[in-house]
């Protein structure tokens, strides 16, 4: 990420408005959900993991025109309540060293290339030796959201680096692995439409920098969700179902999508969002779904065993 002036990129979510009614933000929704989550761009993002495990190399971001950042770029939503979601962003996407060190103790006995390429390896002490790939290029993104938030608003700030919930197994690693990457590619689909939904509110290099988190939580749900596919062919609706209902259990102590839920509308201050902000962002999940939907059902065992045998 340099500091240099880069020409005028094209906004791919078509025209731009100041204000912009709901039709209008519905169909800027449209363009960027049906560019970034075209099904053959996720199937190179799924055929690029192989390649990964044995040469990881960090996606580059384009440069980025940090001084060109200002309020004027916010459209569609209030200012106060865009920082407040970069704030709620920025919290989420802070303990990431929390998040890659749990997922890798899911994988590392099951999937040893998985686990290093979300996790990175350690020594015999669970020393740190070698950061994963999806950290490399996640930890990018909380700086990036303080400079955005820094250029929009002139003040600094500190991210919270809440607790993240630890690695617990039982004696079934094949099913904790499932319930772990199950919420794992939730909450990268939940950024995938997070971030989707706020280029579609803003423009010139603020949209810039939201392009290049769009494109990594992209690149590593659609790198989870195949890996997932592949490790667990026999998976499906009803399964998925069975295991939402049973993590919603009052003392289960285990990952649990609908509490997490709760807290990240609670983060992003959904409270104060307008219905119109409200209704496009459960328009983005909806229609983001459509896509991956379509993609998932080309995920065949044969497609998948020559991928990541």
């Known amino acids: 990420m340099v500091n240099i002036?880069?020409?005028?990129?094209e906004d791919l979510a078509a025209q731009s408005y100041a204000s912009p009614n709901y039709w209008?933000?519905?169909h800027r929704l449209s363009s960027l959900i049906d560019n970034y989550v075209a099904v053959e761009k996720l199937h190179d993002r799924i055929q690029d993991l192989s390649i990964?495990?044995?040469?990881p190399q960090p996606r580059p971001w384009k440069p980025i025109d940090w001084?060109?950042?200002?309020?004027?770029?916010?459209?569609?939503i209030a200012p106060e309540v865009f920082l407040s979601i970069l704030i709620g962003a920025m919290d989420t996407e802070a303990p990431i060293r929390g998040y890659t060190q749990t997922s890798r103790q899911y994988l590392e006995k099951l999937h040893p290339q998985m686990a290093r390429f979300v996790g990175g390896t350690?020594?015999?002490?669970?020393?740190?030796?070698?950061?994963?790939?999806?950290?490399?290029?996640?930890?990018?993104?909380?700086?990036a959201l303080l400079k955005v938030y820094t250029q929009l608003t002139g003040e600094k700030?500190?991210?919270?680096?809440?607790?993240?919930?630890?690695?617990?197994?039982?004696?079934?690693?094949?099913e904790d692995l499932y319930r772990h990457g199950l919420h794992r590619v939730a909450t990268e689909y939940g950024a995938t439409c997070l971030y989707l939904w706020m280029m579609a509110h803003t423009t010139g290099a603020l949209y810039d920098v939201l392009e290049?988190?769009?494109?990594?939580?992209?690149?590593?749900?659609?790198?989870?969700?195949?890996?997932?596919?592949?490790?667990?062919?026999?998976?499906?609706?009803?399964?998925?179902?069975?295991?939402?209902?049973?993590?919603?259990?009052?003392n289960y102590q285990r990952n649990n999508l609908m509490r997490t839920l709760r807290r990240m509308m609670n983060t992003l201050n959904w409270n104060a969002w307008t219905l119109t902000n409200k209704t496009t962002l459960l328009y983005t999940f909806t229609r983001t779904m459509?896509?991956?939907?379509?993609?998932?059902?080309?995920?065949t065992p044969e497609y998948l065993e020559n991928l990541l045998k």
Request: no cysteine.
């Open 157 to 174: 700030i500190i991210p919270k680096h809440r607790t993240v919930r630890g690695y617990l197994p039982t004696d079934d690693p094949q």
């Open 5 to 9: 002036t880069s020409p005028p990129i």
């Open 212 to 250: 290049e988190l769009a494109k990594d939580e992209i690149n590593h749900m659609t790198k989870f969700w195949g890996f997932g596919v592949w490790a667990y062919p026999n998976t499906g609706f009803l399964r998925i179902t069975k295991t939402l209902i049973k993590t919603r259990s009052q």
């Open 122 to 143: 350690v020594n015999e002490d669970g020393e740190l030796q070698e950061i994963g790939l999806w950290e490399k290029e996640e930890r990018q993104h909380t700086p």
């Open 24 to 26: 209008q933000t519905q």
């Open 67 to 76: 001084q060109a950042i200002n309020r004027n770029q916010i459209i569609g």
């Open 290 to 299: 459509h896509h991956l939907w379509k993609w998932h059902n080309t995920l």
């Open 52 to 55: 990964q495990f044995t040469n």
